[in-house]
């Protein structure tokens, strides 16, 4: 079992930065792909960023590309999200999510453990 554990959201304007971060317990993420998703209210789930088990390989949603960082820290058991120039389209709960393969994958089905999630509020 892997447990996870979102940090970093909250309320910032339009054009600020955040860091989301995602920590990992109960067993080491080194051999997992690890993703996030968001959903807004009323919206359905929609991938935001994925990166592979090595970093190799590094998948985002259109709308972040250049604006969003995905990247992780397999010795700390950690992902993090880094989110500049945020728009007030990407409010939404933030959610981590972690695949016990080691590609990386944008579709939220193929990921096994998903954690609580970290609201991101961006005003204009």
């Known amino acids: 079992q892997v447990q996870l554990v979102e940090s970093g959201g909250g309320l910032v304007q339009a054009g600020d930065s955040l860091r989301l971060s995602c920590a990992a317990s109960?067993?080491?993420?080194?051999?997992?792909?690890m993703g996030w998703f968001r959903q807004a209210p009323g919206k359905e789930r929609e991938f935001v960023a994925a990166?592979?088990?090595?970093?190799?390989?590094?998948y985002y949603l259109d709308s972040v590309k250049g604006r969003f960082t995905i990247s992780r820290d397999n010795a700390k058991n950690t992902v993090h999200l880094q989110m500049n120039s945020l728009k007030p389209e990407d409010t939404a709960v933030y959610y981590c999510a972690a695949r016990s393969v080691a590609a990386a994958s944008t579709k939220a089905f193929e990921y096994d453990y998903w954690g609580q999630g970290t609201q991101v509020t961006v005003s204009s």
């Open positions: 990166i592979s088990w090595s970093s190799s390989y590094k």
């Open positions: 109960g067993r080491t993420l080194s051999t997992y792909a």
